[in-house]
């Protein structure tokens, strides 16, 4: 568990003009997400959010930025390039898009975040984190989590070329598919909740927002702590699915966008 005196954090102050503030993750976007990818263009282009804050998973998998003038790749770029220039984007990476780096996000004018961020707005304080990092249930991910995110082994991943990381990536997530059809999803699924305690403790917060468990919801972690899950996002889908959280100085309030 991180302990509340190593727990490492930046800070999002917001300014007076952003009224309306909103947060979405896990769109799992890629080519075969074509309507995923057109909702979420849509709503970008139609919000009337100042910032919009991309909690992470947004693709299903990126495996370095030099992919990003592939088509699909390409497609996104433009799509969030274009969206940057009539509002604030932000992004903080997930467990499938923890590869996307800083050429990625100057292409399309996106603004990086550290896991987990404290976002000071409204007189509040609210942790923002994807979420993965405490799920600590699931010791397999948390050992693999951290192998990934070593410098030494992302430097060697990304040395390899682009098929071979494409070929790699797509191993790794039917690994990860398979892990996870032969354990109880209430043990590996869900964030630990004396983590989330100590994290709002460390933080000075009182309540978490973060995607990863495709669980939307709000839960009440101790008197005047929360935590609110986001929703998955998936217009293939029948129904489709996708909500937004949006802030405001009124409150937290989820908006569903099917």
């Not at 102050?13 to 896990?26: G, K, Q, V, Y």
């Not at 892990?179 to 209430?186: I, P």
């Not at 590996?188 to 989330?196: G, V």
């Amino acid at each position: 568990m991180n302990s509340p005196k190593t727990l490492e954090f930046d800070e999002l102050t917001a300014p007076p003009e952003w009224r309306r503030i909103e947060f979405l993750s896990d769109l799992h976007l890629s080519p075969q997400t074509p309507a995923t990818l057109a909702a979420f263009e849509r709503h970008l282009q139609e919000t009337s959010a100042e910032a919009v804050l991309l909690l992470g998973d947004i693709f299903e998998v990126w495996v370095g930025d030099d992919g990003r003038f592939d088509a699909f790749e390409a497609q996104c770029l433009a799509v969030l390039k274009a969206a940057s220039t009539r509002l604030r984007l932000f992004f903080m990476a997930g467990n499938r898009d923890f590869l996307l780096g800083p050429e990625m996000l100057a292409d399309c004018g996106v603004q990086g975040l550290s896991d987990p961020t404290v976002l000071c707005a409204f007189g509040q304080r609210w942790l923002l984190t994807h979420g993965d990092a405490l799920c600590l249930a699931d010791h397999a991910y948390q050992a693999f989590r951290a192998q990934v995110r070593a410098p030494e082994w992302q430097a060697q991943f990304l040395a390899q070329p682009l098929t071979v990381r494409r070929a790699l990536a797509q191993q790794m997530r039917d690994g990860s598919k398979a892990q996870q059809a032969m354990q109880q999803e209430d043990l590996w699924a869900d964030l630990h909740t004396d983590a989330c305690l100590d994290w709002l403790k460390a933080t000075d917060c009182s309540a978490i927002i973060h995607g990863h468990t495709h669980r939307p919801g709000e839960h009440v972690l101790a008197p005047g702590l929360k935590r609110h899950v986001l929703s998955d996002w998936d217009f293939e889908a029948e129904p489709p699915r996708g909500d937004v959280m949006r802030l405001r100085a009124s409150g937290l309030r989820r908006i569903a966008l099917v």
